[in-house]
């Protein structure tokens, strides 16, 4: 007669699976804590709007007058705004966080945190071009160093950044993709494939900021309070835009974070490539991999920024954009060409207004009484 064999419990060892498994879980685990952590200091610390720092306010105006009419006459831009960056950025976390578990560590979803990441020196890059933005914002304590370097505030819709650096890549690749298929591998697009790619993006990422740009300015989200009066457009209005300097120069952060993500033949993307040709942290190349991404976009972050600091050495920003629409804080005037226009004050030279933007502090300029600006003009 058969006996039954006995049955042997196997002691389960935890092997490459379980390690990962484990190591994925804290992984998500410590996330999860940053994540709690950062928002929660974004609640503590964020300033409503309409909460102004004494060292930019007004004190001669109460409430938020607007001498501008805003986009469509509608008086609720900015909560329509700033929630809408909310809801956006809520969606983008979502997708990435979904998209992270399929395909983790893509270089997609690296590249778009190194988008968010340059967030950091937004401060200085509002200050390059004389962005001024809404003091009804919700914004950052002006008195923090970083902050303070924004002309008046450092808003919180500047987290909606990789909506606009990243996103010109996908209509770019598409079409060289389409365009490769339907010409012969002699032609250009084949050889020089990162040209051309720069090239479409260039275009799409001009036109997209123009009128992206265009439609914020109108709904009162901020200003270039100087512009170059050549190719500008509406200069000297409250609307007043740098169309070839702004739009040109932002391509500079748009390109290089298309052309890191251009798969070859070999189905490696160029940033791939150049981190094993650096030899950037080899036994994690992952890491390597965001390192080589997030320094190279700071780099065309700061060539962006130097292209305004340039035309801000020069003084050739002539053009001061009245109204000034934001009467509750001073005129953002560091050169006095506001005061030279007839603009009231009182006046605010910003922080950095020495060497770092090659002269020393604000000039003693006399308000116009017939200038352009003043409201005798208006």
């Known amino acids: 007669m058969a006996t039954a064999m006995p049955v042997t419990k196997l002691a389960v060892q935890p092997g490459d699976g379980g390690r990962k498994s484990v190591r994925s879980g804290i992984a998500w685990g410590l996330l999860t804590v940053v994540v709690f952590l950062g928002l929660a200091a974004i609640g503590h610390n964020l300033r409503p709007g309409g909460d102004i720092d004494p060292r930019i306010a007004n004190p001669a105006v109460t409430g938020h007058p607007r001498p501008v009419r805003p986009l469509f006459g509608d008086s609720h831009w900015m909560a329509k705004m700033q929630w809408g960056t909310l809801a956006a950025m809520a969606i983008v976390i979502v997708v990435c966080v979904v998209m992270w578990r399929r395909y983790p560590k893509h270089p997609i979803l690296l590249m778009a945190i190194c988008c968010e990441g340059i967030l950091w020196m937004d401060p200085a890059m509002n200050w390059a071009p004389y962005a001024v933005y809404n003091p009804q914002l919700w914004h950052w304590p002006e008195s923090w160093p970083l902050a303070s370097l924004s002309p008046t505030v450092e808003p919180l819709v500047c987290f909606g950044y990789v909506t606009f650096y990243l996103l010109p890549f996908f209509p770019g690749i598409w079409l060289?993709?389409?365009?490769?298929?339907?010409l012969?591998?002699?032609?250009?697009?084949w050889r020089h494939p990162l040209i051309s790619l720069s090239v479409l993006v260039f275009v799409i990422g001009s036109v997209y900021d123009a009128f992206l740009e265009n439609m914020c300015i109108r709904a009162g989200l901020y200003i270039y309070s100087q512009v170059v009066p050549f190719g500008s457009i509406f200069s000297g209005k409250s609307y007043q835009f740098p169309l070839l300097w702004e739009s040109g120069l932002i391509?500079?952060?748009?390109?290089?974070?298309?052309?890191?993500?251009?798969?070859?033949?070999?189905?490696?993307?160029v940033a791939e490539k150049l981190t094993q040709r650096m030899r950037v942290f080899p036994k994690h190349p992952a890491l390597g991999l965001f390192v080589v991404m997030f320094?190279?976009?700071n780099v065309a972050y700061v060539a962006y920024g130097g292209g305004f600091a340039i035309i801000k050495w020069t003084k050739a920003a002539t053009s001061v954009a009245c109204p000034y629409p934001y009467p509750e804080v001073k005129v953002y005037d560091p050169q006095g060409f506001y005061a030279k226009a007839g603009q009231p004050g009182p006046y605010l030279e910003g922080i950095w207004n020495g060497w770092e933007a090659a002269h020393s502090g604000r000039p003693d300029t006399p308000t116009a009484t017939n200038g352009r600006c003043s409201p005798k003009a208006n």
């Open 295 to 297: 320094a190279l976009l």
């Open 184 to 189: 012969p591998r002699e032609s250009f697009v």
């Open 251 to 269: 391509t500079l952060v748009m390109i290089p974070a298309a052309v890191l993500l251009y798969r070859d033949d070999t189905g490696r993307t």
């Open 176 to 182: 060289l993709r389409r365009i490769q298929r339907r």
